[in-house]
């Protein structure tokens, strides 16, 4: 059984937080279900594929209406600055 985790803001750390995942195969064993930020997704998705200091992330991520699509994974994307609003 997976772990199931959300992150609850997307800069820097939880942006390196998706790549770990994904770049050392730490996904196999832990499901990104949701990411809460206040920024758009659209930025969300550019930040993640393009790092000025990592590099460009080796995986396919595409936009979907409130969700990025990290290789063929669905991540809710919620933008709520309360986060015990979340579900």
């Not at 994904?22 to 196999?28: A, Q, S, T």
């Amino acid at each position: 059984m997976k772990l199931r985790i959300a992150i609850n803001g997307f800069g820097r750390i939880g942006r390196n937080v998706v790549r770990a995942l994904y770049e050392n195969d730490f996904n196999k064993n832990i499901e990104l279900v949701a990411i809460n930020d206040l920024g758009k997704i659209e930025s969300a998705a550019h930040l993640l594929k393009f790092d000025s200091i990592h590099g460009r992330f080796n995986k396919k991520v595409n936009l979907q209406e409130n969700a990025l699509i990290i290789e063929d994974n669905e991540v809710e994307y919620f933008s709520q600055p309360d986060p015990s609003k979340l579900p």
